[in-house]
């Protein structure tokens, strides 16, 4: 088989970014490890950003999300049982969306399949070859045989344990990482959300977050021990630990249920640079990971999946510009994002070696930005998300 462009990941990166090139006469073939049922069936991501909401809507697939998404004009941030409101309309006149990655991935997936898509799913020991010559080609097991895609370029959408970044020799690739010492236990319950817009609570106990994915779905997680096991997590436990975590007018009206799925996250910060190695580029996940409190992960691999369709579009197009800056643009706004991800981090969470000094820095920074506009706009530009 041949096709121009190779993209290794079915996750959101790598049909965005296949629908986008479809669009544009530029051919591609997905390969992903996992069934369609196995990917639609991870609970991730909930806010888009305005640039990926237009993204989405430029490859075709925003009708659901305009349909059903909520556009959301603030967050609540909480401390000391008490939340204040950051404005994103007012301080900078955009909003995020809220609608699921499981929803984003299912109307990319169905666009795929609309439009003829070629996507090879339970495409077992992906392989790429010479990379670095003009030549490259990527192999796979698929019903017992191997496979051959001769292309063009390859795109590694293949997420933090994919082959992509794992090809790139290591005295080419520098790694930066930390790894937090706590995860998020999350849960998806079918109540309606506590509130309105999502509310960050930074205590002493530990963090809290309340989300949601539509008006009788609601995405809640507190921050637990890496040592916390799933199983021993009950609903009552969950519930109880939310309710003393976040203001009491919010635990007093919180209506709890039976939870629909359960799962501990750990936290990390990681970028791998280059992002690009010969004919082959990293987008998203495969690259670089951001610890969630900032909402920051899926939409940057978007933003990564922008750069690198207007590269290849204007390669075919016979300028060289846009993919030979890839790298360097993208892991530009990969640091931003980085850096607002940590220090939303900082901000909320209760670390282990956090003596009083700490604790008194977190709620002086948050009275801080309860009382300065500059603070709040600063934040606000951060949320809503960096231009591309
Ligand atoms: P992925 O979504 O990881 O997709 C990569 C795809 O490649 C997968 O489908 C995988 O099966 C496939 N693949 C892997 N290896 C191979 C291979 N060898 N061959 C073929 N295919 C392969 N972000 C937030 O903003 N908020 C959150 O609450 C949040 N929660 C998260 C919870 C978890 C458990 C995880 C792991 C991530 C979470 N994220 C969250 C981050 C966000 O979901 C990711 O940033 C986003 O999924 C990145 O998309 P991607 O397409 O780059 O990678
Ligand atoms: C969600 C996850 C996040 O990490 C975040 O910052 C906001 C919302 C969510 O799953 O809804």
């Given at each position: 088989m041949r096709c121009q462009v190779a993209i290794i990941g079915g996750g959101p990166s790598g049909l965005l970014l296949s629908q986008l090139l479809h669009r544009k006469g530029i051919d591609t073939i997905v390969l992903e490890r996992r069934s369609q049922e196995y990917v639609l069936s991870r609970i991730r991501a909930g806010v888009l950003e305005w640039g990926s909401v237009e993204l989405l809507r430029e490859a075709g697939v925003g009708q659901r999300m305009d349909a059903e998404g909520f556009a959301h004009d603030g967050t609540y941030l909480a401390c000391r049982n008490r939340g204040f409101r950051i404005d994103f309309a007012e301080r900078t006149g955009k909003q995020v969306m809220v609608y699921g990655q499981t929803e984003v991935t299912r109307d990319l997936y169905a666009a795929r399949a609309a439009e003829d898509g070629k996507i090879i799913t339970e495409a077992e020991g992906v392989t790429i070859h010479?990379?670095?010559?003009d030549a490259p080609h990527v192999t796979y097991m698929k019903d017992g045989r191997e496979h051959r895609i001769d292309c063009d370029y390859i795109a590694g959408?293949?997420?933090?344990?994919?082959?992509s970044r794992k090809t790139i020799p290591d005295n080419v690739l520098k790694e930066y990482e930390r790894v937090f010492p706590f995860g998020w236990l999350g849960v998806l319950s079918e109540t309606p959300p506590v509130s309105h817009e999502l509310i960050y609570a930074q205590n002493r106990r530990g963090f809290a977050l309340c989300s949601m994915r539509n008006a009788n779905l609601s995405r809640y997680y507190v921050q637990c021990p890496?040592?916390?096991?799933?199983?021993?997590?009950?609903d009552a436990a969950f519930w109880d630990e939310l309710k003393r975590r976040i203001p009491e007018e919010a635990a007093e009206t919180i209506i709890t249920g039976p939870t629909l799925e359960k799962s501990i996250a750990p936290l990390r910060s990681f970028v791998a640079e280059p992002m690009r190695w010969g004919r082959l580029f990293l987008v998203g996940d495969a690259a670089h990971i951001v610890p969630p409190t900032g909402a920051k992960g899926l939409n940057l691999a978007f933003s990564d999946v922008h750069y690198l369709y207007h590269g290849l579009v204007q390669h075919y197009d016979g300028d060289d510009s846009g993919i030979d800056s890839y790298s360097e643009r993208a892991l530009a706004r990969v640091w931003k994002s980085e850096r607002f991800s940590w220090s939303m981090t900082n901000l909320l969470h209760n670390f282990p070696e956090n003596t009083g000094f700490e604790l008194h820095m977190q709620e002086a920074e948050l009275d801080y930005l309860e009382g300065s506009v500059a603070a709040q706009t600063a934040l606000a530009e951060n949320y809503i998300g960096l231009p591309y």
């Amino acid at each position: 088989m041949r096709c121009q462009v190779a993209i290794i990941g079915g996750g959101p990166s790598g049909l965005l970014l296949s629908q986008l090139l479809h669009r544009k006469g530029i051919d591609t073939i997905v390969l992903e490890r996992r069934s369609q049922e196995y990917v639609l069936s991870r609970i991730r991501a909930g806010v888009l950003e305005w640039g990926s909401v237009e993204l989405l809507r430029e490859a075709g697939v925003g009708q659901r999300m305009d349909a059903e998404g909520f556009a959301h004009d603030g967050t609540y941030l909480a401390c000391r049982n008490r939340g204040f409101r950051i404005d994103f309309a007012e301080r900078t006149g955009k909003q995020v969306m809220v609608y699921g990655q499981t929803e984003v991935t299912r109307d990319l997936y169905a666009a795929r399949a609309a439009e003829d898509g070629k996507i090879i799913t339970e495409a077992e020991g992906v392989t790429i070859h010479d990379a670095k010559s003009d030549a490259p080609h990527v192999t796979y097991m698929k019903d017992g045989r191997e496979h051959r895609i001769d292309c063009d370029y390859i795109a590694g959408c293949d997420g933090f344990h994919g082959v992509s970044r794992k090809t790139i020799p290591d005295n080419v690739l520098k790694e930066y990482e930390r790894v937090f010492p706590f995860g998020w236990l999350g849960v998806l319950s079918e109540t309606p959300p506590v509130s309105h817009e999502l509310i960050y609570a930074q205590n002493r106990r530990g963090f809290a977050l309340c989300s949601m994915r539509n008006a009788n779905l609601s995405r809640y997680y507190v921050q637990c021990p890496l040592t916390d096991k799933v199983e021993a997590w009950t609903d009552a436990a969950f519930w109880d630990e939310l309710k003393r975590r976040i203001p009491e007018e919010a635990a007093e009206t919180i209506i709890t249920g039976p939870t629909l799925e359960k799962s501990i996250a750990p936290l990390r910060s990681f970028v791998a640079e280059p992002m690009r190695w010969g004919r082959l580029f990293l987008v998203g996940d495969a690259a670089h990971i951001v610890p969630p409190t900032g909402a920051k992960g899926l939409n940057l691999a978007f933003s990564d999946v922008h750069y690198l369709y207007h590269g290849l579009v204007q390669h075919y197009d016979g300028d060289d510009s846009g993919i030979d800056s890839y790298s360097e643009r993208a892991l530009a706004r990969v640091w931003k994002s980085e850096r607002f991800s940590w220090s939303m981090t900082n901000l909320l969470h209760n670390f282990p070696e956090n003596t009083g000094f700490e604790l008194h820095m977190q709620e002086a920074e948050l009275d801080y930005l309860e009382g300065s506009v500059a603070a709040q706009t600063a934040l606000a530009e951060n949320y809503i998300g960096l231009p591309y």
